[in-house]
């Protein structure tokens, strides 16, 4: 069974600085899907940024990018420029094409401080 | 973008009362919806993936008949606890997938007590 694992249940900077979440997860398959949700206070789960194992550029999303290092099943997610806003618990997520439903890590909880 | 409305936000029942949530895709066609659990300042846990027309199909470890799951349309599932107890108080989000997309769009889910 696929797991996913952030070591890092808490992290803290101030606005403006960068911040990089990591993530690693396993599996033996070769086509996968990867994602990093947000969950904010209103506790709305939020998409912030996907990528198909397939591709090997890193996607991005404004200030938010990733490493994806697929040999090493790394994942990890730079946010630039943090902002207060982006004060939240962040998941990642790993989804089998046929499999339908999501791998969830246990969850970083990131504050940015003023 | 695509909207998933979880209704209600927030409920408060006795203890041995059922109650019902709602999950609506506004926007798109789901065929699968999910209903999640989670726990304070944990991860979300998978409690059922409902496809449209079919039997939901529960995680290891959760009672089908105390969490009754219905999808009868491509845009509905309603997740019913029954028999509450103040065990089961916890917030429960869904989620569903669009047909077309292989993204997941969530509500924003539901706050049960038990009292």
């Known amino acids: 069974a696929q797991t996913v694992t952030q070591s890092q249940p808490e992290m803290s900077v101030q606005e403006a600085e960068t911040v990089t979440l990591s993530c690693t997860y396993d599996?033996?398959?070769?086509?996968?899907?990867l994602f990093w949700y947000k969950q904010p206070p209103s506790r709305q789960m939020i998409l912030v940024i996907r990528q198909e194992a397939y591709k090997q550029q890193n996607a991005t999303e404004n200030r938010f990018s990733v490493n994806f290092q697929k040999a090493a099943k790394s994942f990890s997610l730079k946010i630039s420029d943090s902002q207060l806003g982006d004060t939240a618990m962040y998941f990642c997520?790993?989804?089998?094409?046929?499999?339908?439903?999501?791998?969830f890590g246990q969850g970083t909880r990131l504050t940015i401080n003023p | 973008g695509a909207v998933v409305s979880q209704h209600p936000s927030r409920v408060i029942c006795k203890s041995g009362t059922s109650v019902k949530i709602e999950c609506r895709s506004l926007?798109?066609?789901?065929?699968?919806m999910f209903w999640y659990r989670q726990f304070p300042k944990q991860s979300l846990m998978l409690m059922a993936t409902s496809n449209e027309g079919s039997k939901a199909t529960y995680e290891q470890g959760v009672e089908k008949d105390k969490f009754l799951i219905n999808h009868a349309s491509l845009t509905l599932s309603t997740l019913t606890v029954t028999s509450a107890h103040p065990e089961d108080s916890s917030f429960y989000i869904c989620?569903?997938?669009?047909?077309?997309?292989?993204?997941?769009?969530f509500g924003s889910g539901t706050r049960l007590t038990v009292v």
């Open positions: 997520a790993f989804m089998m094409p046929g499999a339908q439903k999501l791998v």
């Open positions: 599996t033996s398959e070769n086509n996968y899907y």
């Open positions: 926007d798109f066609q789901a065929t699968t």
């Open positions: 989620s569903a997938r669009d047909r077309q997309d292989y993204g997941y769009t």
